[in-house]
């Protein structure tokens, strides 16, 4: 929800589904609210092939989307069916509870990381080397880090990165103030990184600021 209710959606589809398509493939064209019922204009369901990638996707709640607040929540059946979305079988959707379960299982508190994830860095235009150093100087505002910079992520032509502090409160500020922020003219999502995604991005690379 919060989708702008004045055609904008609807002009920028493509845009939205750029979007969303980033943590993954849609298992559907994503469903405007005010093509269905135009009381549900500023709306819109994205239904995912995964329920990974629908989980990693929420990083989107609360990112402005040409001057409007998105807000994200799963789905309820109520929902699909107001949209004309069939709702899958017992079996599966058993099936995608556990899954959703098993991606919220919390990282214990004696591993913790204080590491960031950064998606949307536009590597496909700017000179890795100028990127890089910039994103240092981005993200070094707020302690020590150690980073590693991908050029490319699997989903397209859009680097990802982790970016570790020495303590969750540089971390906490950090992600408050970047996630949503324009680097470079693109938008990047900020958020707290899981073990698995450091694993990911490793090796980490120390840097200290001046």
């Known amino acids: 929800t919060g ?3 004045d055609g904008t959606a609807e002009a920028h589809r493509a845009e939205l589904e750029g979007l969303f ?3 993954g493939l849609l298992s559907r064209p994503l469903a405007l609210g005010a093509e269905v019922d135009r009381r549900l204009a500023g709306t819109a369901v994205a239904q995912f092939e995964t ?3 629908a989980a990693k996707a929420m990083a989107l709640n609360s990112v402005e989307f040409h001057g409007h607040k998105m807000e994200l929540k799963t789905a309820t059946p109520v929902h ?3 949209y004309n979305i069939p ?3 017992a079996k599966a959707q058993k099936a995608k ?7 919220a299982k919390p ?3 004696e591993d913790p990381h204080n590491a960031l994830l950064v998606k949307g860095l536009p590597v496909a235009r700017v000179p890795f080397a100028q990127l890089e150093h910039d994103f240092v100087q981005l993200f070094r505002a707020y302690g020590a880090i150690k980073y590693n910079v991908k050029p490319q992520s699997p989903q397209g032509p859009v680097g990802t990165a982790i970016v570790q502090y020495k303590t969750e409160d540089q971390a906490s500020n950090a992600h408050q103030r970047t996630n949503g ?5 693109a938008r990047i999502v900020v958020h707290f990184a899981t073990v698995e995604d450091v694993q990911e991005h490793s090796p980490l690379h120390d840097y200290q600021p001046q």
């Open 21 to 23: 398509g980033f943590y």
């Open 107 to 109: 990282v214990p508190d």
């Open 3 to 5: 989708l702008p209710r």
């Open 80 to 82: 699909m069916t107001a």
């Open 87 to 89: 709702l899958p079988s």
């Open 51 to 53: 329920p990974a990638s």
């Open 181 to 185: 922020v324009y680097f470079h003219d």
């Open 97 to 103: 509870a556990q899954a959703v379960l098993q991606i």
